[in-house]
């Protein structure tokens, strides 16, 4: 499977950028969008950029720190991921106290009629507590027409889906909920956290995943700073084969996937202070 080049996007600010690209129109979320590097009053907020794959603008914050009500300290949303369905927009942040965080990273939901007036939901409640995790993940998965009732026997067919990393002893950890509210780890038979990338020669970090072709995509960096991207795929979302292990997607980290209409997948990579963004399509 080879990757297409495209033209470099400007505009586009910050490590981690989730996209939705409906045909021309692209909308970028960033936790980074600054054009003065020194002042680090506005990192940690979601902003919200909209254009073209040839350039984006019109950076406007959506979520702020103030919003996140449940970490003490100085709230600070670090990577994400943003899903549009037909009833609007839904996010997984990482939320931690300031950069870097005493508290870890960890995943919380928001949501969101139109993109830009948010509610923040709170952190993920998973198999009844809040667990501690230092997650770099953008990996969101939301299949707005799967059952109502929680579907344990296939986790990832579930109406809301994640896979992490930082969960302590787990390389990667899939977690799954039918009403965004309820949380499951997938489990081995006997109990423990199943880790998807048991015997891998790497630690995912800083991934992002596509549902495409009733299967999954997802990339990974090899580690911190990035020296390659790893593509992945998995027919459940469960067992997952590298096909890639120098895929050409990636700048120093937080490589984002989204699939369009047609079911052409796209990647886009950024960096911080409004370096441009390299796009490729697959």
């Keep these: 499977m080879n990757w297409q080049k495209l033209p470099d996007i400007q505009g586009i600010t910050g490590a981690y950028t989730p996209f ?28 919200r950029g909209t254009g073209t794959t040839e350039a984006v603008g ?23 991921a943003v899903v549009k369905t037909s009833g609007g927009f839904h996010a997984l942040l990482h939320v931690g106290d300031s950069y870097p965080s005493q508290t870890g990273y960890v995943p919380a939901l928001a949501s969101s009629s139109d993109g830009i007036t948010w509610i923040y939901h709170g952190k993920l ?24 009732a929680v579907n344990h026997k296939d986790p990832a067919r579930n109406r809301f889906v994640t896979w992490q990393d930082g969960i302590t002893g787990i ?21 423990s956290i199943k880790d998807l990338i ?13 549902a495409v072709g009733g299967g999954f995509h997802m990339i990974s ?14 027919k459940n979302g469960v067992g997952w084969r590298v096909i890639n292990h120098r895929c050409p997607t990636f700048l120093e980290k ?23 963004s390299t796009h490729r399509t697959l």
């Design 254 to 276: 937080g490589t984002h996937l989204f699939r369009d209409a047609d079911g052409t997948l796209h990647a886009i990579s950024s960096q911080t202070f409004g370096k441009a």
């Design 58 to 80: 019109d950076w406007q914050p959506v979520i702020l720190p103030s919003q996140i009500h449940d970490q003490t300290g100085k709230p600070y949303i670090r990577t994400s």
């Design 125 to 148: 409640k998973i198999d009844g507590k809040y667990p501690y995790s230092w997650s770099s993940s953008g990996a969101f998965v939301v299949n707005e027409v799967a059952p109502a």
């Design 198 to 210: 048991p015997k891998a020669s790497f630690t995912p970090i800083f991934m992002s995943v596509a």
């Design 171 to 191: 390389n990667l950890a899939l977690i799954y909920s039918a009403d965004g509210i309820d949380w499951f780890f997938h489990r081995t038979k006997g109990g």
């Design 221 to 234: 960096g090899d580690k911190w700073p990035c020296s390659r991207n790893i593509h992945l795929t998995s």
């Design 20 to 47: 939705i690209l409906e045909g021309d129109r692209l909308t970028v979320f960033s936790n980074t969008v600054n054009p003065h590097p020194n002042d680090m009053t506005t990192f940690g907020t979601l902003w």
